[in-house]
């Protein structure tokens, strides 16, 4: 996918269509983003969906306040690129951010390996953060 619009819209799809559990990685967090998740991310809270979010430890303390309310929270000091996964089968990776255009290129796939294999990497990272 190309544009952010287009990569907001299938994450907005994707946060939708989530029922379990739904992990997420973002290198840089974007205002766009998060006026975008709160909604549908308060939903999932109400929903008992579990919501695991990791940030750079860079990351504004009022983002990781909104995040916080409504999802884990952890910091890492580095973060090489980022994404999200929904379910453990549909995975959007993130894979472009220009300053003045967002978010520019990312790939959305439901590829039972690629989805594991960003499972597996989500976990490891996971583990080697600190609660926000």
């Given amino acids: 996918m190309r544009g952010q619009s287009n990569i907001l819209d299938r994450i907005k799809e994707t946060l939708g269509r989530t029922r379990r559990e739904l992990l997420i990685a973002m290198p840089v967090v974007p205002e766009a983003v998060i006026s975008i998740a709160t909604p549908l991310l308060s939903l999932m809270k109400s929903q008992g969906i579990k919501v695991a ?13 909104k995040l916080k309310g409504l999802s884990e929270v952890r910091v890492r000091e580095q973060m090489f690129g980022g994404g999200l996964i929904s379910d453990s089968n549909e995975i959007i990776i993130l894979l472009g951010e220009e300053p003045e255009k967002g978010l520019t290129l990312a790939i959305s796939s439901e590829h039972a390996g690629l989805v594991r294999f960003g499972k597996s990497y989500f976990e490891f990272l996971w583990e080697n953060s600190k609660p926000a």
């Fill in 53 to 65: 979010i990791m940030v750079p430890s860079i990351t504004g303390k009022d983002a990781i306040r």
